[in-house]
């Protein structure tokens, strides 16, 4: 038989607030994913279980303080520590599914309304990282968010946090390329398909043969 040319996996951002429904659909997304036949992985950030991983659980927990700036970049480097892993799972033909990437990671240090921590300034350190091919946005009001159950214990699980944080994400999204705005509120199976939708016209659209681009 023919040699094919090497198609390359997709790289698939799932973003939101807390309660939009990202993990849910992260895992339906994999298994639709994978019972078309597509090698497929789901990851998320924070990865907890990386030594840096530890050191922002605790943060998240409340049990140890960080400088905003200091938190800020040790996010950034939990994700820098699997780069290279996930390009080349993706170079080889593995769909990746990731639950929250630099989009959670500026918007969410911007919320904190430092005087020198800026959104642009949060962003330098995600310029080079893999770039989705696709970020689906679940977007979500706080009163179908609120009905999803109260706030956790963790550190930005609180109403003024959560109102500045929807606010920068669509100031972010606003200039991004590639970013699908989902209607959040509606029904798991509704959203799920939708996403499936979404999914299935990118991968059909984009160019596997060209390699994963990078965040700029
Ligand atoms: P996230 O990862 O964005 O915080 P989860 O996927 O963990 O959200 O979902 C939060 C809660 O809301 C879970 O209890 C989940 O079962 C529920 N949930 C998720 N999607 C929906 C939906 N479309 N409608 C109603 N409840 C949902
Ligand atoms: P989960 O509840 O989804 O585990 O998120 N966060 C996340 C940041 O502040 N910066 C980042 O880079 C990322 C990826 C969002 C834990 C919290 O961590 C926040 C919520
Ligand atoms: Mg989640």
């Known amino acids: 038989s023919q040699a094919q040319p090497t198609r390359r996996g997709a ?13 849910s659909q992260c895992e339906m997304l994999r298994d639709s994913l994978w019972q078309k036949g597509s090698p497929v992985k789901y990851i998320r950030f924070p990865d907890r279980t990386t030594p840096i991983g530890k050191l922002i659980d605790s943060y998240l927990r409340g049990s140890s303080h960080q400088d905003d700036h200091s938190i800020h970049l040790l996010f950034s480097a939990n994700r820098w520590e ?21 989009y959670s990671g500026v918007v969410y240090s911007a919320a904190k309304a430092n005087p020198t921590l800026s959104l642009e300034w949060a962003w330098q350190p995600e310029i ?5 091919d696709i970020c689906l946005f679940l977007s979500i009001s706080p009163e179908e968010a ?13 109403e003024p946090m959560q109102t500045r944080v929807r606010q920068l994400f669509s100031t972010v999204f606003e200039r991004q390329e590639d970013v699908s705005i989902i209607d959040a509120g509606r029904s798991i199976t509704e959203v799920a398909l939708q996403i499936q939708a979404t999914v299935s016209d990118c991968i059909e659209h984009m160019d596997a043969t060209a390699p994963l681009r990078k965040l700029e």
């Open 128 to 132: 080079g990282l893999p770039r989705p």
């Open 146 to 158: 609120a009905k999803r159950g109260g706030f956790g214990v963790e550190r930005y699980e609180n």
């Open 82 to 102: 699997v780069a290279k892993s996930i390009e080349d799972e993706i170079a080889s033909g593995t769909t990746v599914i990731v639950d929250r990437y630099s």
């Open 11 to 23: 790289l698939i951002v799932v973003e939101g607030l807390d309660r939009a429904g990202k993990s």
